[in-house]
């Protein structure tokens, strides 16, 4: 959960979802982002549970998946500073020239 949030692009994904749900094309304009970038960040986000998509059919009939952050707490300790420092390489998870999954 803590590298989901670490990334810049994800946390404004998280706080644009705050506000309100919102579909990929609509939420790709809102982030001047291309629509398979914003689908890696969702991703990544969904995976760490912060946040639920839901496929919906529109008025003319088109498949949307609508996304929306869901209910979570990250309660920080020095016991989860230390799991998470475990998981780390020795080159860290967003050194340059390393891919963000």
Not at 4 to 22: D, F, G, M, Q
Not at 35 to 47: I, Q, S, T
Request: proline content about 5%; overall charge neutral; aromatic content about 4%.
């Amino acid at each position: 959960m803590l590298s989901a949030l670490a990334n810049p692009h994800r946390l404004r994904i998280v706080a644009a979802l705050a506000r309100e749900r919102s579909y990929v094309s609509q939420l790709a304009r809102q982030m001047n982002m291309s629509r398979p970038l914003l689908h890696m960040h969702l991703r990544k986000l969904e995976a760490s549970g912060l946040i639920a998509g839901t496929m919906e059919i529109s008025d003319d009939g088109k498949a949307m998946k609508y996304y929306e952050v869901t209910d979570f707490a990250v309660s920080l300790t020095p016991g989860l500073i230390i799991q998470a420092a475990e998981t780390l390489t020795a080159d860290g998870p967003e050194s340059p020239g390393k891919e963000d999954s």
